[in-house]
């Protein structure tokens, strides 16, 4: 099987030679086009101040990032090391309740952002744990990190944001249910790099008699930073777009527009959702603003929204999925299953809250 499946490759070529060559790739080097071209003009002081707002939202934005890409593509370049046997022993074949109910833990604990869980999902995908754990997953973790829930009782306090945790990780484990169904029923496919284990497979007596014939080397890191770039590529590509276009969003839409309009009514619940789906803003970023709109507009289900709907909405997301599933059915299928369970959910924190 190819290692290697779900990332861009050039093994359609002539020859090996053509592998070599520069391949221009619209979304990445556009992305970046920009990003460098703001920065040489904001340098070089011209464009004034809209080229002045671009360029420190996108150079804001990225710095933000940067910590939760280079721990992904680190831990994609990782994973590469790791049987894919290991994968399914631990987090089961994805096809049972106690195999979703993993992989939303497994979310919930992993401290990173949200574009880093997306390098890792990618990963996972890859490495063969089934479409509902992966969308399971990638659904729990976004904001659930460690030191974002220290962020949020600092900000909303204990009893929400232990609410909001528990909330999410039910929206997980349904919606990942919800995706075995749809799976089983042939809806939407399989994921083709399931590898199938032995009953008597022992990861610990595996792990010893692998652990016997290797040994720390520099090539050895090389090659783990090495593969979580190639491997990571198709899912930066996407996360550099969505933060031009956020970046162009937080630049020149006045921010009293985001706590103004959302009270806690239907109708700004759905201008929340609308404002989520389409502004991107990693987990850190995010955090504060759904404080802001829970505590100005006294709207904890909002707040709740806002946070929920960047991960079952988000256009970066949804490109991103697409990208390592090679299924358009899979992400436009993410709304679907989640939405109408963050607004039910919604509403029930405005009224009680």
């Not at 970046?247 to 921010?255: D, E, L």
Request: hydrophobic share 50%.
């Amino acid at each position: 099987m190819n290692e290697k499946s779900c990332c861009p490759s050039h093994k359609d070529s002539v020859n090996s030679s053509s592998e070599s060559k520069f391949k221009l790739d619209w979304v990445l080097h556009g992305s970046l086009l920009v990003i460098m071209g703001c920065v040489l003009l904001h340098s070089a002081g011209i464009g004034g101040e809209h080229v002045s707002r671009l360029t420190h939202a996108i150079l804001a934005l990225l710095t933000d990032m940067s910590w939760g890409i280079i721990l992904g593509l680190l831990s994609v370049g990782l994973m590469n090391k790791i049987p894919r046997e290991y994968f399914t022993a631990l987090m089961g074949r994805g096809d049972t309740f106690k195999d979703i109910t993993k992989a939303a833990i497994a979310g919930v604990v992993l401290d990173l952002c949200n574009h880093g869980i997306l390098v890792i999902s990618g990963k996972l995908y890859d490495r063969g744990m089934s479409i509902a754990q992966v969308l399971t997953f990638l659904i729990a973790s976004p904001w659930n990190s460690l030191s974002l829930t220290f962020i949020l009782i600092s900000l909303i306090g204990l009893k929400w944001t232990l609410l909001f945790t528990l909330a999410s990780m039910v929206i997980a484990i349904i919606s990942g249910c919800v995706y075995l169904l749809l799976v089983k029923k042939g809806i939407l496919p399989e994921n083709p790099n399931t590898v199938d284990v032995a009953e008597d497979f022992d990861i610990k007596a595996d792990f010893k008699k692998r652990m016997k014939d290797w040994s720390f080397s520099w090539d050895w890191i090389e090659s783990i930073i090495k593969d979580g770039w190639t491997d990571g590529k198709m899912i930066l590509r996407w996360i550099l777009f969505g933060a031009v276009v956020a970046a162009a969003m937080k630049a020149f839409v006045p921010t009293e527009i985001f706590t103004e309009w959302f009270g806690p009514t239907i109708i700004g619940l759905g201008i929340t959702l609308i404002t989520a789906t389409i502004v991107e803003i990693c987990s850190e970023g995010s955090a504060p603003i759904a404080a802001e709109i829970m505590n100005a507009g006294q709207a904890p289900g909002n707040g709740f929204t806002f946070l929920m709907a960047g991960v079952a909405t988000d256009y970066t997301e949804i490109l991103v999925v697409r990208e390592f599933t090679k299924s358009w059915a899979i992400p436009l299928s993410l709304p679907l299953v989640t939405v109408p369970q963050i607004i039910i959910l919604g509403l029930i924190f405005n009224m009680f809250g």
